[in-house]
């Protein structure tokens, strides 16, 4: 009973406390109380001034003013647990926007700051562009408009037209992605395409990092270093058309993570965002380390575009060192995964080390480009680094002894840089080959990581799935980091619904092994679903605490990354 007694004063003070804002005595509350809950852009200048009460009221006004604060400051205190517990209960993020004619509007007002030809388009053609890929199976969403901007304050001027019409905001530089993520929510949006800052702004050689803009492809980057002779590369080699922005967005990796990590590791040095707010912040200063409070650079890392704009990128460079290439078969999926094991953990050099199946090789053979005959067989391709060609042999010939510990067979050194740049472009064809294995088919691509030593049970258990469920499929492993991506591949709608499926228990059995749901493509709109069981509740609704503070009205990529609650957490609510 003693605990009833509480809830039933704070609702006759609750009663009191509208009873009073009804009436005409006391107009209006000090500043500091109306605006303290208050949420939005709006500026002080908009807030109401008190106007001073006449002599005659004073006294009454005094009187009613502090029962008032003391019946409300009651009221908010003793409710607060309650509105947490609201809040919660109804923790999904808005998605209430603008008009029809606000948008249209917010499209008259991009034109007026934007006036040079060709940096606003309502273009059917570039909408569809900015609104599809070929690179995924996920429904296609078009932009209302594209907006092409070239620095920072651009992309100020465009946030902050997005914020006045409660208009989305899509980021787009590379369109490498292959989960949705530049796709625009129903109601439209302004697509931010970044591909036009892709400048490279300093190059500091001797601290080993460079400041560029987010549309500088990697690829783009390590070519003008190479022009400059300059002895050092950026080592995250994802897609090939990827930028850095989408890379630090996406928190993206490639076959070179064995050796240097991934993009959530220290490569990306600082950030200059736009927020939705439109302010702009830099995440750090260009030392190597700093414990200076916050790693707020990391809170941009995977994010997807969700909290911020990526504008400016400080990145971390690596030694460019001799490399070679060696390709070695093996009886069994297993047996490969054990010898990798044994060949990190003798801690030789090596950059890169990728399993490619028996189907994978067969596709190699059928598509023809390659120069030489492989046994189809699964396999691995090395990639072995060293400051000298003396560490190179040494390293091969560690290798070499460990694979054929564990029944490796045919291991093959690449004798030239000719020779090496052959054997691992048969890897990097990946795509091209596994398609010619079916000719008229489409593939699925999908990623998803284990730890390393459950790889074998990921890759049988997958293929043994897809082959009762009558599908073709490559399969391709980042195999020193555990990184598993398949290709399905099909034909028709009726094997594109098989496929989709397919995928959905691919992703399971990699949670069930303690994995994740991907190890490098990212969340976007197409693994969202799978966030709440891989990292459980209070992880995600942390993440959405988080996105809630920062876009509040969740104008910055809606749609990708944090998912809808699931009906069972609803209704244990």
Request: charged content about 25%; hydrophobic content about 35%; some cysteine.
């Amino acid at each position: 009973m003693q605990l009833a007694k509480p809830q039933v004063s704070r609702a006759v003070l609750a009663a009191q406390t509208r009873s009073l804002l009804r009436t005409g005595s006391v107009t209006r509350l000090p500043t500091s109380i109306s605006g303290a809950h208050r949420r939005g852009y709006s500026s002080a200048a908009s807030e109401p001034h008190p106007s001073k009460p006449s002599g005659s009221n004073a006294p009454l006004a005094f009187a009613i003013g502090s029962m008032l604060s003391g019946a409300l400051g009651y009221y908010l205190a003793t409710s607060s647990s309650d509105d947490v517990q609201r809040n919660k209960a109804n923790g999904e993020l808005n998605s209430s926007y603008g008009s029809p004619e606000d948008f249209k509007k917010a499209i008259d007002e991009l034109r007026q700051a934007f006036p040079d030809e060709g940096t606003v388009t309502t273009d059917v053609e570039d909408l569809e562009t900015h609104g599809f890929s070929e690179n995924d199976y996920h429904p296609s969403s078009h932009p209302s408009v594209v907006v092409f901007p070239s620095s920072t304050e651009d992309v100020v001027k465009i946030v902050k037209i997005a914020v006045k019409y409660k208009m989305p905001v899509i980021p787009y530089s590379g369109a490498t992605s292959l989960e949705g993520h530049f796709r625009a929510p129903s109601v439209g949006g302004i697509c931010i395409d970044l591909s036009k800052m892709d400048k490279i702004i300093e190059i500091h050689e001797a601290d080993s990092d460079v400041i560029c803009q987010p549309g500088l492809r990697w690829m783009d980057l390590n070519d003008e270093l190479r022009k400059k002779g300059i002895p050092l590369f950026f080592p995250l080699d994802p897609a090939p058309g990827a930028t850095i922005g989408g890379m630090l967005s996406t928190g993206c990796s490639g076959t070179n993570a064995v050796r240097y990590g991934t993009a959530k590791a220290e490569w990306f040095l600082n950030a200059t965002v736009v927020l939705p707010s439109g302010e702009v912040i830099k995440t750090r200063r260009r030392a190597r380390k700093s414990s200076a409070g916050f790693d707020t650079t990391k809170l941009f890392i995977g994010a997807e575009g969700t909290l911020g704009i990526v504008t400016e990128v400080t990145i971390r460079l690596a030694p460019l060192l001799p490399t070679n290439v060696a390709v070695v078969q093996f009886p069994n999926v297993r047996n490969a995964t054990e010898a990798v094991i044994e060949v990190v953990n003798a801690g030789v050099g090596i950059q890169c080390v990728e399993l490619c199946d028996d189907q994978f090789m067969r596709a190699t053979n059928i598509y023809g480009m390659s120069t030489r005959k492989w046994p189809e067989k699964d396999s691995l391709f090395f990639k072995f680094q060293g400051p000298t060609q003396r560490s190179l042999k040494e390293t091969a010939d560690i290798v070499k002894k460990i694979t054929e510990k564990h029944g490796g067979s045919g291991f093959s050194l690449a004798g030239s840089e000719k020779e090496a740049h052959d054997l691992w472009m048969d890897r990097k064809n990946a795509l091209y080959s596994s398609l010619a294995i079916l000719p008229g088919a489409r593939g699925w691509s999908t990623d998803v990581c284990v730890p390393v030593s459950r790889l074998p049970d990921l890759v049988y258990g997958t293929k043994q799935d897809l082959e009762e469920h009558g599908l073709l499929s490559t399969i391709v492993g980042h195999v020193g980091d555990g990184n598993f991506h398949a290709l399905i591949l099909f034909r028709n709608d009726e094997e594109l619904e098989k496929t989709h499926a397919a995928v959905d228990r691919m992703v399971k059995r990699a949670l069930a092994l303690d994995g994740t749901c991907t190890g490098e493509h990212g969340v976007g709109m197409g693994k969202r679903d799978y966030l709440y069981e891989e990292l459980g509740e209070g992880t995600v609704e942390l993440m959405k605490t988080i996105k809630k503070a920062v876009d509040p009205l969740n104008l910055f990529n809606p749609g990708k990354l944090y998912p809808d609650k699931p009906p069972h957490a609803k209704r244990d609510q």
